[in-house]
């Protein structure tokens, strides 16, 4: 059974065509940084502090993607989605490996940290993007018309392209489980992964519907642009960050 967040192809077509001209220029962010993490796990708490000061950084684009596999410790995790457990595993076993955590970063999504470890972040961050070097394919976004617009510059391969809507601010009191009587406060929470087309390499231009991207209490929005490997997420090739980020 497909996963419902991945039906809305049906009702809302991405329209895709080509573009004439130069690949498109816009901010280049060297590094996306992807926490997963969990309402009932004791140690996420420096990994969410640290979301919110990665934040900052505008060469990065953060996102927390909360995952339901601790539920069983008496607190429902009240953001999750059961895609973003799966998204962690793809990671996980395109790595070999099929050891899944909480606090876990996915750096540009190939090296994985801990993420409540600033040093473990910042190497990965170094590894993927050395100096200052920016995700290799530019990608700029506007809105217009009603419409999510996406410009995805020249580049090399195949890729998806992805928008995300994301909670930029979110505060939520937890009454049972490990972490009961705190409020968590969690940074860029991804709401949905809404699918815009297929990149392969040439200068190419994608459309949503704005409305479409306003979903499940999100108030902006990410666009990654993400290799596949072996069936499993893969390197981001390139992101932008909507307004408000």
């Avoid at 996306?32 to 919110?52: D, I, K, W």
């Avoid at 060469?59 to 607190?75: E, F, K, R």
């Avoid at 979110?170 to 087309?197: C, D, F, K, M, W």
Wanted: net charge positive; hydrophobic share 40%; aromatic share 6%.
């Amino acid at each position: 059974m497909r996963h419902p967040l991945r039906t809305w192809a049906a009702l809302f077509p991405a329209v895709c065509a080509l573009l004439v001209g130069q690949a498109v220029a816009s901010p280049e962010p060297r590094a996306v940084l992807e926490l997963f993490v969990s309402q009932g796990c004791s140690a996420c708490r420096p990994a969410n502090e640290l979301m919110a000061e990665w934040k900052r950084d505008p060469s990065l684009v953060v996102m927390s993607l909360p995952v339901n596999y601790w539920d069983y410790l008496g607190w429902k995790d009240t953001q999750a989605d059961p895609l973003f457990t799966a998204r962690q595993k793809g990671y996980a076993k395109a790595r070999r490996g099929q050891r899944v955590y909480t606090p876990e970063m996915v750096v540009n999504g190939v090296v994985s940290c801990v993420g409540s470890a600033r040093d473990q972040v910042v190497e990965a961050v170094d590894r993927t993007a050395p100096g200052t070097t920016p995700l290799p394919v530019a990608i700029r976004v506007r809105e217009e018309n009603g419409l999510v617009i996406v410009d995805v510059g020249e580049g090399t391969g195949e890729a998806e392209a992805w928008l995300l809507p994301v909670r930029r601010h979110s505060q939520v009191a937890i009454h049972r489980g490990e972490n009961a009587g705190r409020t968590e406060t969690y940074t860029n929470v991804v709401r949905a992964v809404l699918p815009l087309g297929t990149w392969a390499g040439a200068t190419v231009r994608f459309e949503m519907p704005l409305e479409a991207v306003r979903t499940k209490d999100a108030d902006a929005y990410v666009v990654l642009l993400q290799k596949a490997r072996d069936g499993h997420p893969g390197r981001i090739l390139g992101a932008a960050k909507g307004p408000g980020l």
